[in-house]
């Protein structure tokens, strides 16, 4: 990557990264005023569903968990490791991540962000690439009821044809 590139990236994932910061601290600013959960309750496996539209995938279903790790009590949120698959229409992705605060609601993320490292490949027809192609890279969310993702891919395979880095989006709605 040229070093012209690299402000445009920090661009565009800046108002991510702004919204993760808000989201982050505005669940800590509801945790100091909700009663502390129970540790019990904070160390759940948390199952994580969601319906999302976006690009490469087009139209993916994403399935996942998030692992509790590490001492909770008292803080009255959740984090630790993400573990997701994500088929779609146009290819399908395997996420590994952190989730530094999650809320549950209902059994399931109602506020969640995180970080997460992913591996796609592409089929079909999807947005912006050629089928057959695998690309690896790094994707953030942030979920308020709906779900908000931006990530920057690159090509990890030896293939001639689809762009060498690609920008993945998505918004999608959970359950």
């Not at 057959?132 to 044809?161: C, F, I, M, N």
Request: charge should be positive; include cysteine; hydrophobic fraction near 45%.
């Amino acid at each position: 990557m040229t070093m012209c590139r690299r402000p445009k990236l920090a661009a565009a994932l800046l108002p991510c990264a702004l919204a993760a910061l808000a989201v982050t601290a505005a669940a800590q600013e509801a945790s100091s005023a909700a009663p502390p959960a129970s540790d019990a309750a904070l160390s759940r496996v948390e199952p994580a569903f969601n319906v999302e539209l976006g690009g490469p995938l087009v139209l993916s279903a994403n399935a996942g968990i998030r692992i509790p790790v590490g001492g909770l009590l008292g803080k009255g949120y959740g984090h630790g490791l993400l573990l997701q698959v994500q088929p779609g229409v146009g290819g399908g992705a395997v996420n590994l991540g952190w989730v530094p605060v999650s809320f549950a609601a209902q059994g399931t993320q109602a506020i969640a962000v995180g970080v997460k490292a992913k591996v796609l490949r592409t089929w079909g027809s999807p947005w912006g690439t050629e089928p057959g192609r695998t690309y690896g890279g790094l994707e953030l969310a942030v979920a308020v009821g709906a779900k908000l993702s931006v990530g920057y891919l690159w090509k990890v395979d030896s293939g001639g044809a689809g762009k060498d880095r690609l920008f993945t989006w998505g918004v999608g709605i959970g359950f």
